[in-house]
């Protein structure tokens, strides 16, 4: 099982900004947690202005925003990221979720 806390003792190599009750992040962490791929959340401030972290490493303070090490990913947009994770971590096939 997926820990998106990061705080099993591994350190995830995804970590994944997002907001609370966001349904373009959850549609996020539901497909990391379906693939059981361990990750590190980090929520931001809702005010867009404020997420000056998210601009930090990425250039952007749009969320969803994933940071993949082990492969030199930083990608934000939800649909982008979901296929993503569809090729890298699941088989490949891409199935419709509806937000």
Request: glycine letters at 10%; hydrophobic letters at 30%; one cysteine or more.
């Amino acid at each position: 099982m997926a820990d998106p806390t990061g705080s099993d003792g591994d350190d995830p190599t995804l970590t994944l900004y997002r907001l609370h009750g966001c349904p373009y992040c959850e549609r996020v962490a539901r497909r990391l947690e379906r693939y059981d791929v361990s990750y590190r959340s980090r929520f931001v401030a809702g005010e867009h202005s404020r997420r000056d972290a998210v601009k930090r490493v990425a250039g952007t303070r749009s969320v969803p925003l994933l940071i993949d090490r082990d492969r030199g990913v930083t990608m934000p947009e939800s649909g982008q990221i979901v296929e993503y994770l569809d090729r890298t971590y699941g088989t490949g096939a891409v199935d419709e979720e509806g937000i």
